[in-house]
């Protein structure tokens, strides 16, 4: 007897088929109407800016400043580059057929990127407009329809972004509106591709139901970003950049600076002038002037970060800064945090802290400090402060994470030109601009038998000999001594 379905699995298979029936006439359409309805995207983007901020900011209590900056700014950006060198992901390609292949026959080949097909999208609150629109659009741009899950945590944005697909053919996105039941059922759900932002917990679980179907999933999750500080480092512009990084949106981002290593001999130095900087810093609602932290997005994240540092400090690490939440501030308000001593056995090194808690590590030589950095099981982005570039660079590619900065925090994390990506527990997909695109197509291969002097094995009445098949065998591996002894054998 058939299972009867959810009301949420019945949303989402009504949809998917939606999507599935307007795929093909939407993939068929020369690429540039497609671009020119993720340009009406882009236009529509721009002119509802204070809508979209006003949004963000009462949905999840983020400055309109940083709304437009974070959100609006950067997906304009994001959404230009993709416009202007989309197209370059998505050329034909033609290899030379191997002339040392002869054997398969006189060919022309081609590799051409195709579009998955439908592909679900299950987005993120802290970002809405940014991480939700690249994939969105990209998608789009690369000839799938979509199945789109946003945050119920960001309704009124959610709302404000329904104007945006306005004038999209119908079917090409089809948007849902529901709660985590609701993501759930899509993750399950027969897609051809499902995109997932969100926390690593989260998304080993989207992956676990994905592969009900085998559906492939791209996936952007937690960071634990590394912030190193080397004794020839400006300090007072890698204080700063540490104290904004790790309390920008009140830490609520997988991309800050979560664990400072700091080189031996500037350690009390950076600990002192960085704990200065904090406790000047002024907490407050969103947007009220003068605010620098603003509060968590509910009462649930203040539990659960007080939770992860009590264990810490059980395990025998230390508070040096904060810990708490600011009872006298009406909502979810936390202290910008500090602590040392704490090591990778501790759940709060593993753990991406959404809030403005950061940990301080001294360290006295490169070996260790990467070993701390390259066995942690979040790769997403890492800094380096140093006025070596020879050696920053050099560092930089034995680190393994997805982004590397050097004397700069954050940043990368909207830089259109740069994919963007982590490694590990940190998700495997590959986001910004054009990037982005590739991301949403698969490959397919063409191999043609045109006339030329090899024909192909079926064709052929040349048959090789096992001699001369190892003969050709030294040949292509260089073995010259074995290729003439084999050719000369009588």
């Not at 056995?345 to 590590?361: C, E, G, H, Q």
């Amino acid at each position: 007897m058939p299972t009867e379905r959810t009301a949420e699995q019945a949303q989402v298979a009504d949809a998917i088929a939606r999507a599935k029936t307007s795929q093909t006439q939407w993939a068929t359409k020369p690429y540039r109407e497609r671009v020119g309805f993720v340009k009406d995207i882009y236009k529509k983007v721009a002119e509802h800016a204070d809508k979209l901020a006003d949004a963000i900011s009462q949905d999840v209590n983020k400055p309109r400043t940083a709304a437009l900056m974070g959100d609006i700014i950067m997906t304009l950006d994001n959404l230009k580059d993709m416009l202007k060198n989309g197209h370059k992901m998505l050329r034909e390609e033609t290899p030379s057929p191997m002339l040392s292949q002869f054997y398969l026959g006189s060919r022309k080949l081609k590799v051409s990127r195709q579009p998955y097909g439908v592909v679900g999208i299950i987005g993120p609150w802290n970002f809405p407009v940014y991480l939700n629109l690249d994939p969105i659009c990209a998608a789009l741009l690369a000839g799938n329809t979509v199945v789109w899950k946003p945050s119920e945590k960001t309704p009124l944005t959610n709302q404000v972004m329904k104007e945006l697909f306005k004038n999209l053919p119908s079917g090409a996105l089809v948007q849902l509106e529901g709660g985590k039941e609701l993501g759930a059922a899509l993750s399950k759900a027969p897609v051809d591709r499902i995109i997932f932002t969100g926390s690593t917990q989260t998304g080993r679980v989207i992956s676990a139901q994905a592969a009900n179907y085998t559906t492939p999933i791209a996936t952007e999750l937690s960071g634990k970003d590394a912030c190193v500080i080397f004794k020839d480092a400006n300090i007072e512009d890698a204080v700063k950049a540490v104290a904004w990084g790790m309390t920008n949106f009140a830490g609520q981002s997988a991309v800050k600076p979560q664990r400072i290593f700091i080189e031996q001999e500037i350690y009390e130095t950076f600990k002192n002038q960085l704990i200065s900087t904090l406790q000047q810093m002024k907490l407050g609602p969103a947007n009220q002037a003068g605010t620098q932290i603003g509060p968590l997005i509910n009462e649930k994240r203040v539990k659960y970060t007080e939770r992860l540092i009590a264990d810490a400090q059980n395990a025998g690490a230390r508070v040096i800064l904060g810990g708490h939440a600011v009872a006298e501030m009406h909502g979810n308000f936390f202290a910008p945090t500090l602590l040392e001593g704490v090591t990778p056995k501790m759940r709060i090194d593993a753990t991406d802290v959404w809030a403005p808690v950061a940990s301080l590590t001294p360290f006295g030589n490169e070996i260790t400090m990467l070993k701390f950095i390259n066995f942690h099981r979040l790769g997403l982005t890492a800094s380096l402060w140093t006025k070596d570039m020879k050696r920053a660079e050099s560092i930089a590619r034995q680190l393994d994470v997805g982004v590397v900065m050097i004397n700069n925090v954050v940043t990368a994390a909207g830089d259109a030109r740069l994919p963007f990506g982590g490694r590990r527990l940190s998700g495997n997909m590959q986001r910004h601009g054009a990037w982005g695109i590739k991301e949403m197509t698969r490959p397919q291969s063409l191999s043609i038998t045109s006339k030329g002097f090899f024909k192909p094995g079926f064709k052929s009445k040349i048959r090789l000999s096992e001699n001369q098949m190892h003969a050709v065998i030294a040949f292509k591996a260089g073995m010259w001594k074995e290729f003439l002894r084999l050719v000369f054998k009588k």
